[in-house]
């Protein structure tokens, strides 16, 4: 389905400023099986709105299609940042073991663990994925296994009262009806309950040229500028927010009633996005621009360093990687293999280009002459400690974006 006006304000006046061609879905991982049948492919460009200023993909796949199954699960370096997430949020806003948190596309519950075992916070997660949910629950995390719709929300209600609290990470921008999961989450919530959900932040997106951050999963790519009046219009005002190193560069952000005092960091993000652009669609031309700049840098380099005889292996396998594979061309004739440290994808192959995914130990064994960083921004230096030995022995690292370049010893 292909909409025709913007989600947040509905005005017709769109402008495509980034065309990433046919793609398969980013996070529909192949079996061996698989490859042998006939892959969907689906229209990926990005529009803005030209009267709200939001940034989206129109095309819209049926959500059905994928989130049923899932094959993300949070990497384990994220979990002192929901650790973190859940201790601050419980002292700020006075959670206790008689507070409801509900949690919106919960994953395996990365946040309901901390919320539960540190915090003693009655909390419960709701994530539409069967083979997701049914991992949180055999950990003890007490998950639904639905998509959040104001139905789901009304029996939460039925069931346990309403919520003091309901957040949503990494999930709001996934999600086409926003009209629908906004009336959920205002029956859900108590009249002095909180909204809080993290997301990609625009502001990162342009400014780190991460155009893999578009997959069909991410609808929107947020800015404050228009969520807060479409926020205001279900009674949700924006009164804080703040941005976070997650996924590149996330934004948090707080909403609550009218008689929730707005901080001043809301104002100074405000003044930011307007100071880099992000109400005018110029920025995002030459946006677009870059974007095939730096396509052409890095396949250029890629086919040098291939005919030179230099072998090349990916590392990280995360949904946006699929993006900037299939974009930019890169298949099994530049990469020989990726190496990602989930068991959901290890032993399957990206969509589209369809290279084989293996755990990480064939890759210190093989000690290959470069690897293609894919799972890079706020993992960089993680993976960089890690592989250490890599470095050691002569291997180099290739970072996409923001700029292309080697990591190495020399």
Excluded at 287 to 311: D, I, Y
Aim: hydrophobic share 35%; charged share 25%; with cysteine.
């Amino acid at each position: 389905m292909k909409n025709s006006s913007c989600r947040l304000c509905k005005s017709r006046d769109l402008h495509k400023f980034l065309e990433l061609g046919p793609q398969p879905l980013a996070g529909k991982f192949l079996t061996s099986e698989q490859l042998a049948e006939k892959e969907d492919y689906f229209p990926l460009g990005v529009f803005f709105c030209k009267n709200c200023a939001l940034v989206q993909v129109l095309d819209v796949v049926p959500k059905d299609k994928l989130f049923s199954q899932y094959f993300y699960a949070p990497h384990s370096v994220l979990s002192p940042h929901f650790t973190g997430y859940a201790k601050e949020i419980t002292a700020e806003f006075g959670l206790n073991g008689k507070s409801l948190l509900v949690e919106i596309g919960s994953n395996i519950g990365m946040m309901l663990k901390p919320l539960k075992e540190l915090c003693g916070v009655k909390a419960i997660g709701v994530e539409p994925a069967e083979n997701i949910a049914k991992m949180a629950n055999e950990m003890g995390l007490e998950t639904i296994n639905d998509f959040f719709t104001e139905k789901v929300a009304g029996g939460i209600v039925e069931k346990l009262g309403k919520a003091d609290m309901v957040v949503a990470n990494n999930v709001f921008a996934h999600i086409d009806d926003l009209d629908e999961i906004l009336r959920g989450i205002k029956a859900l919530l108590k009249e002095d309950g909180v909204f809080i959900f993290e997301n990609h932040y625009l502001l990162d997106t342009v400014e780190n040229l991460q155009y893999d951050d578009v997959y069909h999963e991410h609808l929107c790519y947020y800015s404050l500028h228009p969520l807060i009046p479409y926020l205001g219009k279900y009674g949700l005002r924006v009164f804080d927010a703040k941005r976070i190193k997650t996924h590149g560069g996330s934004i948090r952000v707080y909403c609550g009633n009218s008689k929730r005092k707005v901080k001043p960091a809301v104002q100074e993000l405000l003044k930011e996005e307007k100071k880099h652009g992000l109400d005018k669609l110029e920025t995002y031309m030459e946006f677009g621009n870059k974007v095939e700049k730096r396509r052409k840098e890095l396949t250029k380099l890629l086919h040098s360093l291939k005919s030179g005889g230099k072998t090349i292996v990916g590392y990280g396998a995360p949904a946006r990687g699929n993006t900037l594979l299939n974009y930019c061309k890169i298949g099994t004739g530049i990469l020989d293999y990726i190496v990602d440290d989930s068991p959901l994808r290890q032993n399957k192959f990206t969509p589209g280009t369809h290279i084989p995914i293996i755990p990480v130990d064939r890759f210190r064994k093989e000690n290959p002459d470069y690897a293609l960083l894919l799972a890079y921004g706020g993992y960089t230096e993680t993976i960089l400690k890690k592989e250490g030995e890599f470095i050691k022995n002569g291997g180099k690292f290739i970072v996409p974006l923001p700029e292309v370049k080697i990591i190495g010893k020399q």
